[in-house]
C-alpha cells in the first residue's frame, strides 16, 4: 500500500463549480499536510499548510485534515479557468530530527470557461 | 518567481555525454534538495543537502552526482545516463531540514535522454 493514494485524474468541471480533491494515506505519524499547485512547465508551488486535523481557509481555498480517518481534502470554491493545474497533495512526519515529506502522485484540473 | 532558479530549462543529451544542472536560491536557505518528476509518478527525492553537507540519498545511481559548494547553489551532475532517466528534476530550498517542512521549488530541468 502506498503512503499517499491521490487520483491522478483528469478532473473536468464547469467555471464557477466546487471543485474537491483529496488524499488518502497511512501513516499515523504524519503531522504537516500541504497542497501544492504545479502550473505545466513549471514547480509546485505551496498552496496551504495545516498542522494536525482541522480545517484552514484562504481566500476560495479551504485545506480540510481528518487525521482518525487519514483523509485530506482541498476545496476550491468559484473556480476559475486559471485555477487550471495539477494539485500534489504532500505530509510530512518526524524522522531523526529532521521533516521527510511525501507527496501524492497529483491531480490534474482543467476548470472549462 | 519563486526564488529558485534552475538551468538549463531543457536539455537533451545522449547516454554518452556528461552535462550539469544548476540550482540557485536567492532565498537564505539553509536545506536543498533534488527531486525527479515522471509521468504518472510522485516526486522522487533523490538528494538532500543541510546547511552543505549532504544528509540524504535516496538509492540513487551513482550515474548521479550532486555538488553543492555553499548553501546557495545546488549542481546535478549527469553521466551515462539511461533512456529512463528522462523526466522533469526539480530542484527546491528550505530554511533547513529541521525547522521547516515547506518547501520551495524551481520551475525544473526538462531533460530527455537519446
Known amino acids: 500500500q502506498k503512503e499517499v493514494e491521490q487520483d491522478p485524474g483528469p478532473l473536468s468541471v464547469p467555471e464557477g463549480a466546487i471543485v474537491s480533491l483529496n488524499c488518502t494515506y497511512s501513516?499515523?505519524?504524519?503531522?504537516?499536510f500541504m497542497w501544492y499547485r504545479q502550473y505545466s512547465r513549471k514547480g509546485p508551488e505551496l498552496l496551504m499548510y495545516?498542522?494536525?486535523?482541522g480545517n484552514k481557509e484562504d481566500g476560495r481555498f479551504t485545506a480540510q485534515v481528518d487525521k482518525s480517518s487519514k483523509y485530506i481534502s482541498l476545496f476550491i470554491r468559484d473556480s476559475q479557468p486559471s485555477d487550471s493545474a495539477t494539485y500534489l497533495c504532500?505530509?510530512?512526519?518526524?524522522?531523526?530530527?529532521?521533516?521527510?515529506?511525501?507527496f501524492g502522485i497529483g491531480t490534474k484540473l482543467q476548470v472549462i470557461p | 518567481e519563486t526564488g529558485v532558479t534552475q538551468t538549463p530549462r531543457h536539455l537533451v543529451m545522449g547516454m554518452t555525454n556528461k552535462k550539469s544542472l544548476k540550482c540557485e536560491q536567492h532565498?537564505?536557505?539553509?536545506?536543498m534538495y533534488w527531486y525527479k518528476q515522471s509521468a504518472k509518478k510522485p516526486l522522487e527525492l533523490m538528494f538532500v543537502?543541510?546547511?552543505?553537507?549532504?544528509?540524504e540519498n535516496n538509492s540513487v545511481p551513482s550515474r548521479f552526482s550532486p555538488e553543492c559548494p555553499n548553501s546557495s547553489h545546488l549542481f546535478l551532475h549527469l553521466h551515462t545516463l539511461q533512456p529512463e532517466d528522462s523526466a522533469l528534476y526539480l530542484c527546491?530550498?528550505?530554511?533547513?531540514?529541521?525547522?521547516?517542512?515547506?518547501?520551495?521549488f524551481g520551475a525544473g530541468t526538462r531533460l530527455s535522454v537519446l
Open positions: 504532500a505530509m510530512s512526519a518526524p524522522m531523526e530530527g529532521y521533516q521527510k515529506v511525501t
Open positions: 527546491a530550498s528550505s530554511q533547513d531540514r529541521r525547522g521547516t517542512v515547506i518547501q520551495y
Open positions: 532565498l537564505g536557505h539553509n536545506a
Open positions: 501513516n499515523s505519524a504524519f503531522q504537516y
Open positions: 543537502y543541510n546547511f552543505k553537507e549532504q544528509t
Open positions: 495545516t498542522y494536525s486535523s
